[in-house]
């Protein structure tokens, strides 16, 4: 299962990121699109949009925008995923806050944007999981935040999630936990190999 998150600026600028402030349409589209086709727009200065992203079949391997594009500062601090039914945590990561100075982020490279977790065939059987994200915002305020969750197993999508956090306060520090009801799947899915 692989998770991947972008934040980043206003409309402006081109990239996933910059389409998650605008507001998101609910329509559906049946034509699939690319991580090759999303490149090919950026490259051509055309913005991603949140329905480009819902017409992906696959994570992508490469980050649609410039970890500098963040212009908002929104930085994920705080992670963690549960068993709801045993209430056990599973997986934990938090960023050291050891001061209050802003992060410089041309010092960053997109190592520290990437969480990577593994879990054992046994968590394939839960029926729900809690999972936490919690999140700062520098000193511009966010309209209409909408962040597009999407879980892949073996490269077939099996969850797609929309949170629209709306309007976040500028140097706010905030926090939500999503309960995720897990997709059934067969044995022969379920056997363990290199995706999990």
Do not use: W
Request: a neutral charge; charged letters at 30%.
């Amino acid at each position: 299962m692989s998770k991947k998150t972008e934040v980043s600026k206003s409309k402006k600028k081109t990239g996933l990121v910059s389409s998650l402030y605008q507001n998101h349409s609910t329509k559906t589209s049946t034509s699939d699109i690319t991580e090759k086709d999303l490149l090919e727009k950026l490259k051509n200065k055309q913005e991603i949009t949140p329905d480009d992203i819902l017409k992906l079949k696959g994570p992508t391997q490469n980050y649609l925008c410039k970890i500098t594009d963040n212009v908002y500062e929104i930085d994920f601090v705080h992670f963690k995923i549960r068993d709801m039914s045993k209430n056990i945590v599973l997986f934990e990561v938090s960023k050291e806050s050891d001061s209050d100075e802003k992060t410089d982020l041309s010092s960053l490279d997109d190592n520290s944007r990437f969480i990577q977790y593994r879990f054992n065939k046994a968590f394939l059987k839960l029926r729900n999981i809690g999972a936490t994200v919690e999140f700062t915002v520098g000193s511009k305020p966010v309209q209409n935040f909408l962040m597009i969750e999407r879980h892949y197993f073996k490269d077939r999508l099996i969850k797609s999630f929309d949170f629209n956090f709306g309007f976040c306060l500028p140097d706010s520090r905030n926090s939500i936990e999503h309960i995720y009801e897990m997709p059934l799947l067969s044995d022969a899915e379920s056997e363990p190999n290199r995706y999990i």
